[in-house]
């Protein structure tokens, strides 16, 4: 009980805080990594979903998803940055591409999209009638016009010049235009070329981006293509680019076939998650019921978390038999917010027998910032380690319902 009053007077003691006390901090360093894997799998969606958007030409939703993801500050928060600023050129929000900008080279001094970047600054200064940046020649930008005439004019003869481009030692920003020059064509010629690169690519980033532009190229032959060079190729980030097109092409059927088959753990994964960013929930609770692999399943639990499945995750804290994964549907329930979770989260703690699986259903309610039902555990609950822990927690929680109990405790 000592132990239950002395949090609570942390809880009510204005010299204590978790930004002031390093003991206070302490305690919240497992909800944080909680918070980072979700935030992991969060930068992937909106990264994705950045993508298809600028795909589509739907800056406005590209711009918002981008920065979005740049907001988590993980592995891909420059790419982030930059496609943003992109983006917002292309709505004509100038002034708010150019500060992405600025963020991307304060944020990455290293990053290898700030020669991207530097070219999409002298396009819109230029554009504003500013000086242009005096590292930035626009050698590029009269390509890429050059390139686009042409192949709408005369694609016979732009399709040669293209390959040319791709060979050679052009910038990121060229070759990218060049395949997506490839991929809005149309023409069957156009998708033999980008098929070639997409198997035998004069480097591997070229040779990745030509499969993702294959994947928004459509049809059954670009399709099939895909499978090919998913099944012949020997490079890991090649068939992990296939995968990501089958995704953006709306492919579910290939990528449930790759996550059932599949026997490297990496690229089950992969194909895993992407069948969550696309919302595909139904064919994740099939593959579940076939799956024997507890890792595998673990990454469907993460999928399903990911494309917002909270009722087949609510379905698995009450059935699932293995308590590991069993603990790990319950974190992900969690994070879906209270709104889809706090009932079935506080049902499920009133008949649980297991006291790690309340726990965790403790530490779900706190990363949900869920005050009030801790404050009902933590009044209910008679075995006094369990009730510790939900104090504990409410100890960490600026809250009226967590400060009004710790009053009460101290009475």
Same mark, same amino acid.
């Given at each position: 009980?000592?132990?239950?009053?002395?949090?609570?007077?942390?809880?009510?003691?204005?010299?204590?805080?978790?930004?002031?006390?390093?003991?206070?901090?302490?305690?919240?360093?497992?909800?944080?990594?909680?918070?980072?894997?979700?935030?992991?799998?969060?930068?992937?969606?909106?990264?994705?979903?950045?993508?298809?958007?600028?795909?589509?030409?739907?800056?406005?939703?590209?711009?918002?998803?981008?920065?979005?993801?740049?907001?988590?500050?993980?592995?891909?928060?420059?790419?982030?940055?930059?496609?943003?600023?992109?983006?917002?050129?292309?709505?004509?929000?100038?002034?708010?591409?150019?500060?992405?900008?600025?963020?991307?080279?304060?944020?990455?001094?290293?990053?290898?999209?700030?020669?991207?970047?530097?070219?999409?600054?002298?396009?819109?200064?230029?554009?504003?009638?500013?000086?242009?940046?005096?590292?930035?020649?626009?050698?590029?930008?009269?390509?890429?016009?050059?390139?686009?005439?042409?192949?709408?004019?005369?694609?016979?003869?732009?399709?040669?010049?293209?390959?040319?481009?791709?060979?050679?030692?052009?910038?990121?920003?060229?070759?990218?235009?060049?395949?997506?020059?490839?991929?809005?064509?149309?023409?069957?010629?156009?998708?033999?070329?980008?098929?070639?690169?997409?198997?035998?690519?004069?480097?591997?980033?070229?040779?990745?981006?030509?499969?993702?532009?294959?994947?928004?190229?459509?049809?059954?032959?670009?399709?099939?293509?895909?499978?090919?060079?998913?099944?012949?190729?020997?490079?890991?980030?090649?068939?992990?680019?296939?995968?990501? &097109? #089958?995704?953006?092409?709306?492919?579910? +059927?290939? /990528?449930? %076939?790759? @996550? =059932?088959? *599949?026997?490297?753990?990496? !690229? $089950?994964?992969?194909?895993?998650?992407?069948?969550?960013?696309?919302?595909?929930?139904?064919?994740?609770?099939?593959?579940?019921?076939?799956?024997?692999?507890?890792?595998?399943?673990?990454?469907?639990?993460?999928?399903?978390?990911?494309?917002?499945?909270?009722?087949?995750?609510?379905?698995?804290?009450?059935?699932?038999?293995?308590?590991?994964?069993?603990?790990?549907?319950?974190?992900?329930?969690?994070?879906?917010?209270?709104?889809?979770?706090?009932?079935?989260?506080?049902?499920?703690?009133?008949?649980?027998?297991?006291?790690?699986?309340?726990?965790?259903?403790?530490? &779900? #309610?706190?990363?949900?910032?869920?005050? +009030?039902? /801790?404050? %009902?555990? @933590? =009044?209910? *609950?008679?075995?006094?380690? !369990? $009730?510790?822990?939900?104090?504990?927690?409410?100890?960490?929680?600026?809250?009226?319902?967590?400060?009004?109990?710790?009053?009460?405790?101290?009475?």
């Amino acid at each position: 009980m000592t132990s239950i009053l002395v949090a609570a007077l942390l809880a009510v003691s204005p010299a204590v805080s978790p930004a002031a006390s390093p003991a206070a901090r302490g305690p919240v360093a497992p909800a944080a990594f909680l918070l980072t894997d979700a935030a992991q799998a969060t930068e992937q969606t909106l990264y994705a979903q950045g993508t298809a958007a600028l795909d589509r030409g739907e800056f406005d939703k590209a711009a918002q998803a981008f920065t979005d993801a740049a907001a988590l500050k993980g592995e891909r928060a420059d790419g982030a940055l930059y496609w943003s600023a992109y983006a917002l050129n292309k709505r004509g929000r100038r002034d708010d591409a150019l500060a992405a900008i600025t963020a991307l080279r304060n944020a990455h001094p290293k990053s290898r999209w700030l020669r991207d970047a530097r070219a999409l600054e002298a396009e819109i200064r230029q554009a504003s009638g500013q000086t242009a940046v005096p590292e930035r020649n626009g050698d590029d930008d009269l390509k890429l016009m050059a390139l686009g005439g042409l192949m709408n004019a005369d694609p016979d003869r732009a399709l040669p010049l293209v390959e040319q481009m791709l060979a050679s030692s052009q910038s990121e920003k060229v070759r990218d235009r060049a395949l997506f020059v490839l991929a809005q064509s149309g023409s069957p010629k156009a998708r033999e070329v980008l098929v070639r690169i997409a198997r035998t690519g004069p480097d591997e980033d070229t040779q990745t981006r030509a499969i993702r532009y294959l994947g928004l190229f459509g049809g059954q032959e670009s399709r099939q293509a895909l499978v090919d060079i998913y099944k012949s190729s020997q490079s890991a980030r090649a068939r992990k680019a296939v995968l990501q &097109a #089958f995704m953006v092409a709306g492919d579910r +059927a290939r /990528l449930l %076939e790759v @996550a =059932r088959t *599949e026997t490297s753990p990496e !690229l $089950k994964r992969e194909a895993i998650h992407l069948i969550g960013v696309s919302g595909g929930g139904d064919q994740l609770w099939q593959l579940y019921q076939q799956e024997a692999s507890v890792e595998a399943k673990g990454a469907i639990i993460n999928a399903l978390f990911v494309g917002g499945s909270a009722d087949r995750l609510a379905e698995l804290v009450q059935k699932e038999a293995d308590p590991r994964l069993r603990r790990e549907a319950i974190q992900k329930l969690g994070l879906t917010g209270a709104s889809k979770s706090a009932a079935v989260l506080k049902q499920l703690y009133g008949t649980e027998k297991d006291p790690d699986i309340k726990r965790t259903i403790i530490n &779900a #309610f706190f990363i949900q910032g869920n005050a +009030a039902t /801790l404050v %009902e555990i @933590a =009044r209910a *609950e008679q075995d006094p380690t !369990l $009730k510790r822990d939900a104090v504990q927690k409410l100890s960490l929680m600026r809250s009226k319902d967590a400060t009004d109990y710790m009053l009460e405790l101290l009475k």
